[in-house]
T-cell receptor
Framework: IAGITQAPTSQILAAGRRMTLRCTQD?????MYWYRQDLGLGLRLIHY???????GKGEVPDGYSVSRANTDDFPLTLASAVPSQTSVYFC?????????????FGPGTRLLVL | GQNIDQPTEMTATEGAIVQINCTYQ??????LFWYQQHAGEAPTFLSY??LDGLEEKGRFSSFLSRSKGYSYLLLKELQMKDSASYLC??????????WGAGTKLIIKP
C-alpha cells in the first residue's frame, strides 16, 4: 500500500512560471488537504476537498488553485509562482473511524521560487 | 483570532521523561491531535483527545483539559529516535485543523 504520494519531491521554479504539484492517495479517503509549512509557523491549510467534485478554501488560498476530479487525485496549481510561495507543501487525506478523524500526510514537495 | 501555543524547543536526556505543553484558543473545539515530525519528513499521527483526561499509548500519553484550553504530551523512557518536532493541532467549529508551530525536542545521551 503506497498511501499518499506526491510529485515532484523538490523543484526549483522561476518566478512567473506555472507549476502543478501532484498528489495521489490509494486509501479511498474522501477528504484531502493541501498545506504549506514554513519555518517557525504551523502548517497552514491552502485548500481542501471533502469529497470528489468539491473543493474549499483554507487559510492561505491566494495564488493557488485545486481540482478534485476523482477520489484519488488532488493536484495543486500555482498559476504564476512568486518567491513567497517558497515552502514545503504537504498533501494529506483523512479517514473517520470511531468518531475520530485522522489525517495522513504525503512525503512533501520542497519548492523554491526564484 | 485562533491561536495554538507551544514551546519552540525543549531538551531532555535519554531515558528521562519530558512534558510538552500546548495551549489553545479556537472558535469551537472538536478534538486535539498530537503529531510527530522528524526533520525532512511528513508529520505522523500520535494521539487524539476529545474528552478531558489522559490517553495512554505505550511510552506516549496525552492529556486534555477543555476548560483550561490546555493539553500536554508526555514522553517516557526517552530514546534518541524521539528527537523530532511535536505538533499540536485543534479541530475548530468548522472541523478544520488549526496547527501550532511545533516543539522541537532534542534528546541528549
Amino acid at each position: 500500500i503506497a498511501g499518499i504520494t506526491q510529485a515532484p519531491t523538490s523543484q526549483i521554479l522561476a518566478a512567473g512560471r506555472r507549476m502543478t504539484l501532484r498528489c495521489t492517495q490509494d486509501m479511498r479517503h474522501n477528504a484531502m488537504y493541501w498545506y504549506r509549512q514554513d519555518l517557525g509557523l504551523g502548517l497552514r491549510l491552502i485548500h481542501y476537498s471533502n469529497t470528489a467534485g468539491t473543493t474549499g478554501k483554507g487559510e492561505v488560498p491566494d495564488g493557488y488553485s485545486v481540482s478534485r476530479a476523482n477520489t484519488d487525485d488532488f493536484p495543486l496549481t500555482l498559476a504564476s509562482a512568486v518567491p513567497s510561495q517558497t515552502s514545503v507543501y504537504f498533501c494529506a487525506s483523512s479517514e473517520v473511524a470511531g468518531g475520530q478523524e485522522t489525517q495522513y500526510f504525503g512525503p512533501g514537495t520542497r519548492l523554491l521560487v526564484l | 483570532g485562533q491561536n495554538i501555543d507551544q514551546p519552540t524547543e525543549m531538551t531532555a536526556t535519554e531515558g528521562a521523561i519530558v512534558q510538552i505543553n500546548c495551549t489553545y484558543q479556537t472558535s469551537g473545539f472538536n478534538g486535539l491531535f498530537w503529531y510527530q515530525q522528524h526533520a525532512g519528513e511528513a508529520p505522523t499521527f500520535l494521539s487524539y483527545n476529545v474528552l478531558d483526561g489522559l490517553e495512554e499509548k505505550g511510552r506516549f500519553s496525552s492529556f486534555l483539559s477543555r476548560s483550561k484550553g490546555y493539553s500536554y504530551l508526555l514522553l517516557k523512557e526517552l530514546q534518541m529516535k524521539d528527537s523530532a518536532s511535536y505538533l499540536c493541532a485543534v479541530k475548530d467549529s468548522n472541523y478544520q485543523l488549526i496547527w501550532g508551530a511545533g516543539t522541537k525536542l532534542i534528546i541528549k545521551p
